[in-house]
């Protein structure tokens, strides 16, 4: 594996590259506080920002990227539709355009799937997608393989991106090898089990073996497997802690170790 950093991409299957490392921002209300934290992440190196219209931050989102001092070009944006919005997506994209005023979204997903409307909603997204070049790529979140399978029977354009929830916690193989197989990154969100998992035993066992935080074993577990991960911390500290997970790797027999959490939980 070659030596990672900060700024490692996976190559999406349209040509475009993303960062393995993100920051998310579910649950950082909009104002101050998302714009604080947007913008130290910047300021410290992450250069993926992840957001939602469902988030309602978009705003403060987009004012943090603006200000940020950085070329628009040399940060991922994600954004995503709002499954009430499924049947009126150009609408949706443009009020989140409007709110991120930063020009263009990088990546846009289908947040959740409508059941019986998932080859609609893809078909709509690919629409918009050819005829506009406000966004560069568009994908799936939470979409299982059947859904996903349906998409590709019917697609001209393939998602790039399936961001589930996963971590060591919830691990889902089969998922793993489906979106290599059909060259779609998988994305992770809640990849700190949302703060629940990180005192367990079997994690701070591996965590003192390397020196490190047990939020950064589970960080350097996803992008050593190519997942691309999304953190999400409001305190300072934490958004450092998270990224510096760069300095050492995690050895085969480890990451099979915690591929294996789920198991045990
Ligand atoms: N597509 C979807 O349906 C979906 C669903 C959920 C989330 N997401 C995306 O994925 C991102 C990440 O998921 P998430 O926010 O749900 O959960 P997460 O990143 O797994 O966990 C966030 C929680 O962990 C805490 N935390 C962060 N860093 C820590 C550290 N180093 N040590 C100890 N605790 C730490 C945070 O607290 P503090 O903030 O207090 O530090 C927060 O309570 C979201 O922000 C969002 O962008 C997408």
Known sequence: MSKLNIESKVKLNN?????????????????????????????????????????????SVGGAIRDSGIPRKD???????????????????????????????????????LPGLVKKTWKRLEKIYKNSDTIKAIGVSNHNVNQIKSILSIATVKPVVNQVKCSPYNFDPKMYEFCQKNDIVMEAWGPLTQGKKLSDENLTTIAEKYDKSPAQILLRWCIQKGIVTIPKSTHEKRVAENADIFDFQISESDIRKLDNFSKKA
Do not use: C
């Open 15 to 59: 040509g475009t590259q993303m960062p393995l490392l993100g920051f998310g921002t579910y649950q950082i209300p909009d104002g101050e506080i998302t714009y604080n934290s947007v913008l130290y992440a910047l300021k410290i190196g992450y250069r993926h920002i992840d957001t939602a219209k469902f988030y309602g931050n978009e705003i």
């Open 75 to 113: 940060i991922f944006v994600t954004t995503k539709l709002w499954p009430n919005d499924a049947l009126n997506a150009e609408k949706a994209l443009e009020t989140s355009l409007k709110k991120l005023d930063i020009g263009y979204i990088d990546l846009y997903l289908i947040h959740w799937p």
